[in-house]
C-alpha cells in the first residue's frame, strides 16, 4: 500500500481559507455512482469519471460517503482500517487521481470520517476484546453486567434493541449505538483521541480538503453510564428514528451529547488549521437538541466550521412556518454558529418523493435551499429530480431498513446507482448487474436526457448554484425579517448596502404578494417572478418565488 501524501499542487483552487462559507457541497454515494470495473459496485476510478457532471454543477466541494476498508456490514460506515480503500472501490492510488482531477476541475474534496466506532473487525477491536488489561483493552466502552446479568444500563441502538452487547471473551458487555458489529470508541481514553487525529493527519497529507463528520455527537458516552430518562409527549419527536422504532423513546442525554466532546473537537481542529483552506461539517443527529448542539460544535474558531441537523431532512412537510421556527430556534441558540443546510442524503427518502413534490415544488424548494443563510448540500441524483426507488423486499441491503420491514422504509430506496444515460443498460452505471437495481422510471431522468433539454432540472440547479456562486450577499450576507404568512415565507438577505427582498410561496396554490416600497428587480433575470409592470406586489403562482433587489 502506497503510504505516502499526495504533494501534488493544484492551482484551480483559489487560497480562500472561507470557502466553505455559502458553499454548496456535492455528495457522492461511492457504491451507487459510477462502477468502472463491471462487478455492479460504484469505485473511485467510476467517481473520477464523472467528475466533470458535478463541476458542471458549478458546486464548491465533493463529499465522499466512506471507502475505507470494511466488511461491509452497515455498507462502509463499519470501519476496519481507516488508512486504507477497500479494494472493492480501488486503490490509495486510485483516489490520489481522484483527488488529482477534482482539484484540476476546481472542486474540493471532503471524506466521511466514521470516528464514534468502529467495525468489530478492525485491529483495535480485535485486540480489545481479548482480555480486560491487553494495551488496548480500554479502547472500546466496555462494562461488567449487572447481578442479574443483564445489560449496564436502558441505553438502546438506533438499528433496534439493546445498546449493549455480550463478549464472552472478556465476560463483559460492549456499546454499539448502531450494529453489534459496529462497536463504540472510549473517547475518554487520550490515546483513542491521538490515534484519531493521526487517521485525520494520514488524509490531510494526502490532499483531501475537508471532512464529513459521521454522527458528531455520539463520541463521548457518560462516564458513570446513567440511565437515559424518558422522553415526555412534548419532547417526541421522530426526525431521527421512526416512531416504530424504540430508541425514540429515550432522551438520549448520557449516551451521547456530553460536554466533553467539545475538547475533542478543539484538537481536531487544531490538527486541520495546520494545513491550508480546510474545512470540517459535522452530522447532529438528535431529535430534542439537533440545533441547538449544531450552534454550540459551530460557534467560534476552535471546533468545526459546519454542522447540520436533520430539521431539513425528517418527514415533516417543509412549509413556511416550519423555515421560520427552525430559524427562531438557532437564533435563540446563538447567531455565531454555521448551519449546512440539505434536503436529502443517503440516509432519508429523497425530498421530492418525501414533500410529493412536482417539478416547479423542486425547482422552488432548491432555490430556497441557495438563498437561506448557511452553507448546502445536495445529494447526487437530487439534481436530476431522481423520486425514491420502490424496491422489494428482496432486493434490499440496508440493515437497518430490513430490521424495520415493512413500516419503515428502507435507506435503499435512496442509495440506487445513478442514471447517466437513458439508453445503457442500467442507466449507464454499469454493465454488470448493479448492487442495488436501477428503477426503470429513474431512466427518463438520466443526466445525458437533461443534458439535452434546456428546460430539465439539471439546468435550473446549475442557474440557481451559479446565482448564489456569485453573489458575496448569499453566500455570507446577514438573514433578516424573516415571517411566515399565509403559507408564504418571507426574509431579506443583506450584505454591505444591498438588501435582497426572498419571498417563496410553499404552497399548491398562488399567492399575491406585496414588496416594499420601491422599485425592484430580479437578483438574477432567469429566476423568479417578476412583475412587469414595477407594482409593489407580485403575483406567485403555486411553489412560486422571487428574489429581488432595488432596481
Known sequence: MNTQPNNLTFSALDNNPEWWRGGVI????????????????????????????????GVDAVWISPFFTSPMKDYGYDVSDYCDVDPMFGTLEDFDGLVARAHELGLRVMIDLVLSHTSDQHPWFKESRQSRDNPKSDWFVWADAKPDGTPPNNWLSIFGGSAWQWDTRRMQYYLHNFLTSQPDLNFHNPDVQDALLDVERFWLDRGVDGFRLDTINFYFADKELRDNPAVTKEEEDFSIASEVNPYV???????????????????????????????TVGEVG????GLEIAVEYTTGDELVQMCYAFEFLSGTDLSADRVVGTFERLNRAGTDGWQCWAYSNHDVVRHGSRWALDGAGQRCYSTLMMALRGSACIYQGEELGLPEAKLAYEDLRDPYGIEFYPEMPSRDGCRTPMVWDGNEPNGGFSNGKPWLPVPQEHLALAAQKQDDDSDALVHHYRRIIAMRTESELLR?????????????????????NVTVQCVFNLQESASDVELPEGQWKLLDDEIGAVNPEGKQSVSLPAWGYTLMVPA
Open 26 to 57: 456535492y455528495q457522492i454515494y461511492p457504491r451507487s455512482f459510477q462502477d468502472s470495473t463491471g462487478d455492479g459496485i460504484g469505485d473511485l476510478r467510476g467517481i473520477t469519471q464523472r467528475l466533470e457532471h458535478v463541476a458542471s454543477l
Open 286 to 289: 438528535d431529535a430534542q437538541r
Open 476 to 496: 455570507k450576507g446577514t438573514q433578516e425579517n424573516l415571517r411566515a404568512e399565509d403559507g408564504v415565507l418571507y426574509f431579506e438577505r443583506q450584505h454591505g
Open 249 to 279: 423513546r429515550q432522551n438520549h442525554i448520557y449516551s451521547k451529547n456530553q460536554p466533553e466532546n467539545l475538547e475533542f473537537l478543539k484538537r481536531f481542529r487544531k490538527v486541520s488549521d495546520e494545513y491550508s483552506n480546510i474545512a
